[in-house]
């Protein structure tokens, strides 16, 4: 019999702003996803990979998952894992926030680091620890869980798309995400069609790393976006557009979602709210913008985003 917080993935509250959006603007909501177990979405990526890899047979219990991660993939991979029999070991990096590693640890989880330059992110710390992540799963009794190409990662956030037309039967006019591998907004936007629903869809990246607008990439402080050149599994056909973000104005609305909203959430929350502020003043009143609070703040206690109190 598998652990009960398995039973806990999923069905997030969605809520509506009530005091950062402008008047005259349209509605913004956002799915908070910080309610899932480990505190972040990828709780639903996780169970969807490992899930398949036991039944598929790629991995037995007993044997070693593998992946390299800014910490909240690798927190959902090491509770899943522990709760399945697996073991877990990410390649993670000096970059991010010391909590997700000692969260990974909490579910014994192995976590080997990869230094950064000047604790930057950038697609040649990835691709360090890409490689690195590979030849540990190349070893016998290893799987490699491969957020960034496998089917069930995308598969794993329909169930988000699902919830979100299930609290608007009535339908919403933009959704827009920043984007990492692109797996959520992707399989979100699955789970919204499956439903009926279609949106238009704007992509979100950081000003200090636009990927996706340029291709050139930029080293930035925004946890687990703008990493990769060509997102594995975005679609960008379906996108109406890309929205650009400043990070320090997401980190600000970060502080600013705890005080005046009570959303406590990281970078990627902070940047999704800002772009969803902005579409909804585009728009203007009488539309519907929805959005996702990625994770729970407290992963960033301590840092740059809510930095520790000399008081």
């Known amino acids: 019999m598998l652990g009960a917080g398995l039973q806990a993935i999923g069905n997030t509250p969605l809520i509506k702003l009530n005091t950062l959006v402008p008047d005259g603007a349209a509605e913004v909501?956002?799915?908070?996803?910080?309610?899932?177990?480990?505190?972040?979405?990828?709780?639903?990526?996780?169970?969807?990979?490992?899930?398949?890899?036991?039944?598929?047979?790629?991995?037995?219990?007993?044997?070693?998952?593998?992946?390299y991660t800014g910490g909240s993939t690798g927190t959902a991979?090491?509770?899943?894992?522990?709760?399945?029999?697996?073991?877990?070991?990410?390649?993670?990096?000096?970059?991010?926030?010391?909590?997700?590693?000692?969260?990974?640890?909490?579910?014994?989880?192995?976590?080997?680091?990869?230094?950064?330059?000047?604790?930057?992110?950038?697609?040649?710390?990835?691709?360090?620890?890409?490689?690195?992540?590979?030849?540990?799963?190349?070893?016998?009794?290893?799987?490699?869980?491969?957020q960034f190409g496998a089917p069930a990662v995308r598969h794993g956030y329909a169930s988000l798309g699902r919830e979100i037309a299930a609290a608007m039967p009535d339908g919403f006019d933009v959704f827009c995400a920043a984007v990492g591998t692109g797996a959520m907004l992707m399989g979100t936007l699955d789970g919204l069609h499956d439903s009926g629903q279609h949106p238009d869809v704007v992509a979100v990246e950081p000003e200090e790393s636009q990927l996706l607008t340029t291709g050139v990439s930029g080293a930035h402080k925004v946890e687990g976006i703008a990493v990769?050149?060509?997102?594995?599994?975005?679609?960008?056909?379906?996108?109406?557009?890309?929205?650009?973000?400043?990070?320090?104005?997401?980190?600000?609305?970060?502080?600013?979602?705890?005080r005046r909203e009570g959303i406590f959430g990281g970078g990627s929350?902070?940047?999704?709210?800002?772009?969803?502020?902005?579409?909804?003043?585009?728009?203007?009143?009488?539309?519907?913008?929805?959005?996702?609070?990625?994770?729970?703040?407290?992963?960033?206690?301590g840092g740059h985003i809510y930095p520790a109190s000399a008081g």
């Open 269 to 301: 929350t902070g940047i999704n709210v800002c772009a969803a502020i902005d579409q909804a003043i585009a728009l203007g009143k009488g539309h519907r913008v929805v959005t996702v609070a990625c994770d729970n703040g407290v992963k960033y206690l």
């Open 29 to 67: 909501w956002v799915k908070l996803e910080g309610g899932n177990p480990t505190g972040s979405y990828k709780d639903r990526m996780a169970i969807s990979v490992l899930r398949t890899a036991l039944e598929q047979g790629d991995v037995k219990p007993g044997e070693r998952v593998v992946e």
């Open 228 to 258: 990769f050149p060509a997102p594995p599994f975005l679609d960008r056909t379906v996108l109406k557009s890309i929205h650009v973000v400043a990070q320090d104005r997401a980190f600000e609305m970060c502080r600013q979602l705890a």
């Open 77 to 146: 991979l090491a509770f899943v894992s522990a709760v399945m029999g697996l073991n877990f070991t990410a390649i993670f990096s000096d970059a991010f926030s010391k909590s997700k590693q000692a969260a990974m640890e909490a579910f014994g989880a192995t976590v080997l680091i990869e230094p950064s330059v000047d604790g930057k992110i950038s697609h040649e710390l990835a691709e360090r620890m890409k490689q690195r992540a590979l030849a540990l799963a190349a070893q016998p009794r290893h799987f490699y869980a491969d």
